[in-house]
């Protein structure tokens, strides 16, 4: 199951995505059109900004805006962003492995081989998938 963190992140760059000319939004106009506190609204924003899927502007006009087109803003860099690992353990994770504490030999763990699968099958879907295609 995926954060209300990632799920509102997700909805706000969408939005954003849906501005014209890449115009910035400010926090407050997303917050109110996807039903989002802005307090909260704005941590996740500068989260997005920290990883450089969002740029931001200060003052008259000022918001966020993406830093690339939304055709080139795959779906796994939002969820690593947001979310952290894609893996739902650590010893299939591609990114932040480690070596379970429980496991002799992962070449014959169970859990190893179903979870590699889950993490094949989540990782197709999350690469082919960029945020133009949820606008």
């Known amino acids: 199951m995926i954060s209300k963190r990632t799920k509102y992140g997700i909805k706000a760059l969408t939005c954003i995505a849906r ?7 400010q926090t407050r ?26 740029g931001s502007k200060k003052g008259k006009g000022g918001g966020y805006y993406l830093l690339r087109p939304a055709e080139e803003t795959p779906m796994t860099q939002v969820m690593r962003a947001l979310e952290g ?24 763990c169970s859990v190893n081989r179903l979870m590699l699968q889950v993490r094949d099958n989540t990782l197709a879907i999350l690469n082919n998938t960029h945020l133009s295609d949820l606008v």
């Open 19 to 25: 501005s014209e000319d890449n115009r910035p939004l």
């Open 29 to 54: 106009v997303i917050a109110e059109s996807e039903n989002i506190s802005p307090k909260y609204l704005e941590n996740i924003l500068i989260q997005l900004r920290k990883s450089g899927i969002l």
């Open 85 to 108: 690992p894609i893996a739902l353990v650590s010893c299939v994770s591609l990114k932040y492995y480690e070596k379970c504490n429980d496991c002799p030999d992962e070449a014959t």
